[in-house]
């Protein structure tokens, strides 16, 4: 089975750049999308396809994807980023998620 | 707006079957998607259980494909799953969601999501 591996939390101050890296084996051969989930709520795609932020999300989410590695940015990161960020792919007919970062704005 | 919205017991006893229902507006059954269930148990990550098309393509996890079963019923705007022969492991949040086809596969819209307690 397909794995992807992801920091568990990661801590940034109001205003600076949050970088959420999720690694996979040959990760840039395949399509990762993004979620957000924030203390009891669902998960929201926040991009998907590698770099693309679906309508309403903020253009400060971007999303990279090169070798083994692919790589959420928060730019200007804002107190309600704050959540659980998971990324996710398709591989050999089943959805895979990574194991979530806690990202904690202070 | 795509909206969706999980129903179901919220306690399910050991060795039987967890059933769950989900109903989707603003968004037609049938219109190329894939609908899915996703699981979350209590303070841990995502899990994927599975896809359905409403051509009747399926895909499910792995280590879940023995006990699941998803159906849809168009006319009602409504797909389903089955979890049989339950245990602890089980207990999760549940949530259903729409999900694109392809190698680009992907949520885009989720339900709130219910919580399923397994528990004698």
């Known amino acids: 089975s397909y794995d992807l591996t992801q920091t568990p939390s990661l801590s940034v101050s109001p205003g600076q750049t949050a970088s959420i890296a999720c690694s996979g084996d040959k990760l840039w051969n395949k399509y990762v999308s993004w979620y957000q989930q924030r203390p009891g709520q669902s998960p929201l795609l926040v991009i998907y396809?590698?770099?693309k932020r679906p309508s309403g999300i903020p253009e400060r989410f971007s999303g990279s994807n090169s070798g083994n590695t692919a790589t959420l940015t928060i730019s200007g990161t804002q107190a309600m980023d704050e959540g659980d960020f998971y990324c996710q792919v398709w591989d050999s007919n089943t959805v895979v998620f990574g194991g979530g970062t806690k990202l904690t704005v202070l | 707006q795509v909206q969706l919205q999980e129903s179901g017991p919220g306690l399910v006893k050991p060795s039987e079957t967890l059933s769950l229902t989900c109903v989707v507006s603003?968004?037609?059954?049938?219109?190329?998607?894939?609908w899915g269930w996703i699981r979350q148990p209590p303070g841990k990550g995502l899990e994927w259980v599975g896809s359905m098309s409403y051509s009747g393509s399926t895909y499910y996890s792995p280590s879940l494909k023995s006990r699941v079963t998803l159906s849809l019923d168009t006319s009602r705007r409504q797909f389903s799953l089955r979890l049989k022969s339950v245990t602890a492991a089980d207990t999760a949040v549940y949530y259903c969601?729409?999900?694109?086809?392809?190698?680009?596969?992907?949520?885009?819209?989720w339900g709130q999501g219910t919580l399923v307690t397994v528990s004698p």
């Open positions: 969601a729409r999900v694109s086809d392809g190698s680009g596969s992907h949520a885009d819209y």
């Open positions: 603003g968004s037609s059954i049938g219109s190329g998607y894939y």
């Open positions: 396809q590698d770099t």
